[in-house]
Protein backbone atom coordinates (compact mmCIF):
# COMPACT_ATOMS: atom_id res chain seq x y z
CA UNK A 1 0.00 0.00 0.00
CA UNK A 2 1.53 3.58 -0.78
CA UNK A 3 1.17 6.56 1.31
CA UNK A 4 -1.50 8.30 -1.12
CA UNK A 5 -3.82 5.05 -0.99
CA UNK A 6 -3.73 5.23 3.01
CA UNK A 7 -5.91 7.35 5.00
CA UNK A 8 -4.62 10.70 6.30
CA UNK A 9 -4.51 10.79 10.30
CA UNK A 10 -4.34 13.81 11.85
CA UNK A 11 -0.99 14.02 14.02
CA UNK A 12 -1.45 13.92 17.79
CA UNK A 13 -0.95 17.24 19.47
CA UNK A 14 1.98 16.98 22.19
CA UNK A 15 -0.46 18.41 24.59
CA UNK A 16 -2.62 15.13 23.54
CA UNK A 17 0.56 13.05 24.17
CA UNK A 18 0.90 14.60 27.84
CA UNK A 19 -2.37 13.49 28.61
CA UNK A 20 -2.09 10.01 27.04
CA UNK A 21 1.45 9.67 28.78
CA UNK A 22 -0.36 10.82 32.25
CA UNK A 23 -3.31 8.27 31.64
CA UNK A 24 -0.80 5.47 31.34
CA UNK A 25 1.68 6.58 34.33
CA UNK A 26 -1.58 6.69 36.66
CA UNK A 27 -2.72 2.91 35.12
CA UNK A 28 0.71 2.13 36.36
CA UNK A 29 0.75 3.21 39.80
CA UNK A 30 -3.09 1.56 40.13
CA UNK A 31 -1.10 -1.66 39.10
CA UNK A 32 1.75 -1.41 42.05
CA UNK A 33 -1.65 -0.29 44.33
CA UNK A 34 -3.18 -3.30 43.52
CA UNK A 35 -0.66 -5.69 43.46
CA UNK A 36 -0.25 -4.32 47.30
CA UNK A 37 -3.60 -4.24 48.19
CA UNK A 38 -3.81 -8.50 46.96
CA UNK A 39 -0.63 -9.53 48.54
CA UNK A 40 -1.30 -7.53 52.08
CA UNK A 41 -4.99 -7.08 52.64
CA UNK A 42 -7.03 -9.72 50.19
CA UNK A 43 -5.01 -12.95 51.21
CA UNK A 44 -6.91 -13.26 53.95
CA UNK A 45 -10.49 -12.60 52.73
CA UNK A 46 -10.05 -14.18 48.75
CA UNK A 47 -9.42 -18.00 47.53
CA UNK A 48 -6.41 -18.91 45.50
CA UNK A 49 -8.64 -18.95 42.50
CA UNK A 50 -9.19 -15.13 43.18
CA UNK A 51 -6.29 -14.40 44.44
CA UNK A 52 -4.70 -15.51 40.77
CA UNK A 53 -7.26 -13.32 39.33
CA UNK A 54 -6.17 -10.86 41.12
CA UNK A 55 -2.76 -11.38 40.21
CA UNK A 56 -3.26 -11.56 36.60
CA UNK A 57 -4.88 -8.28 36.36
CA UNK A 58 -2.41 -6.69 38.10
CA UNK A 59 0.32 -8.08 36.12
CA UNK A 60 -1.38 -6.90 32.68
CA UNK A 61 -2.23 -3.44 33.97
CA UNK A 62 1.56 -3.18 34.52
CA UNK A 63 2.46 -4.68 30.89
CA UNK A 64 0.38 -2.44 29.32
CA UNK A 65 0.47 0.38 31.13
CA UNK A 66 4.22 0.52 30.17
CA UNK A 67 3.27 -0.40 26.88
CA UNK A 68 1.30 2.80 26.45
CA UNK A 69 4.17 4.75 27.38
CA UNK A 70 6.27 2.98 24.95
CA UNK A 71 4.09 4.01 22.37
CA UNK A 72 3.50 7.71 23.40
CA UNK A 73 7.47 7.70 23.34
CA UNK A 74 7.92 6.00 19.50
CA UNK A 75 4.96 8.12 18.36
CA UNK A 76 7.28 10.31 16.35
CA UNK A 77 7.51 6.67 14.26
CA UNK A 78 3.73 5.53 14.93
CA UNK A 79 1.51 7.47 12.65
CA UNK A 80 -1.99 6.31 14.28
CA UNK A 81 -0.55 6.06 17.75
CA UNK A 82 -4.04 7.31 19.26
CA UNK A 83 -5.53 3.92 17.70
CA UNK A 84 -3.49 1.88 19.62
CA UNK A 85 -2.98 4.16 23.00
CA UNK A 86 -7.27 3.72 22.89
CA UNK A 87 -6.82 -0.23 21.95
CA UNK A 88 -4.52 -0.65 25.08
CA UNK A 89 -6.96 1.11 27.51
CA UNK A 90 -9.83 -0.25 26.45
CA UNK A 91 -7.72 -3.71 27.21
CA UNK A 92 -7.11 -2.66 30.13
CA UNK A 93 -10.37 -1.67 31.17
CA UNK A 94 -11.37 -4.99 29.78
CA UNK A 95 -9.09 -7.47 30.73
CA UNK A 96 -7.91 -6.23 34.02
CA UNK A 97 -11.08 -4.57 35.05
CA UNK A 98 -13.35 -7.78 34.57
CA UNK A 99 -10.44 -9.80 36.33
CA UNK A 100 -10.38 -7.20 39.55
CA UNK A 101 -14.18 -7.05 39.48
CA UNK A 102 -14.34 -11.35 39.77
CA UNK A 103 -11.90 -11.91 42.49
CA UNK A 104 -14.04 -8.98 44.55
CA UNK A 105 -17.32 -10.22 43.88
CA UNK A 106 -17.12 -14.09 42.44
CA UNK A 107 -19.00 -13.35 39.56
CA UNK A 108 -17.56 -15.36 36.95
CA UNK A 109 -19.59 -14.96 33.97
CA UNK A 110 -17.40 -11.77 33.67
CA UNK A 111 -15.01 -13.62 32.68
CA UNK A 112 -16.74 -13.54 29.32
CA UNK A 113 -15.40 -10.06 28.93
CA UNK A 114 -11.56 -10.74 29.59
CA UNK A 115 -10.92 -12.18 26.31
CA UNK A 116 -12.13 -9.08 24.49
CA UNK A 117 -10.09 -6.85 26.43
CA UNK A 118 -7.07 -9.73 25.43
CA UNK A 119 -8.26 -8.96 22.21
CA UNK A 120 -7.74 -5.58 22.41
CA UNK A 121 -4.28 -6.08 23.57
CA UNK A 122 -3.65 -8.33 20.51
CA UNK A 123 -4.70 -5.84 18.12
CA UNK A 124 -2.75 -2.96 19.67
CA UNK A 125 0.13 -4.81 19.30
CA UNK A 126 -0.09 -5.93 16.00
CA UNK A 127 -1.09 -2.72 15.02
CA UNK A 128 2.14 -0.93 16.49
CA UNK A 129 4.18 -3.60 14.82
CA UNK A 130 2.46 -2.43 11.32
CA UNK A 131 3.19 1.20 12.10
CA UNK A 132 6.40 0.79 13.32
CA UNK A 133 7.47 -1.65 9.56
CA UNK A 134 5.25 0.86 7.69
CA UNK A 135 7.69 3.69 9.30
CA UNK A 136 10.91 1.58 8.69
CA UNK A 137 9.62 1.01 5.15
CA UNK A 138 9.06 4.92 4.36
CA UNK A 139 12.23 6.07 5.71
CA UNK A 140 14.27 4.22 2.65
Same mark, same amino acid.
Given at each position: *? #? !? ?34 ? =????? =??? !? ?13 ? *? /??? +? =? %??? @? @????? &? ?12 ? %????? =????? #? *????? /??? +? ?15 ? /? &???? &? ?8
Amino acid at each position: *M #T !DKNRPEVSPITQKTLSKWAALFAIQAALSVAAGAFG =AHALT =AIL !DAKALGWWHTASQYL *M /YHA +L =A %GLL @V @VALSS &LVSSCKRILILLSL %GNLFF =AGSLY #T *MALTG /YTY +LGAITPIGGFCYLLAWC /Y &LALC &LWRSTRHQG
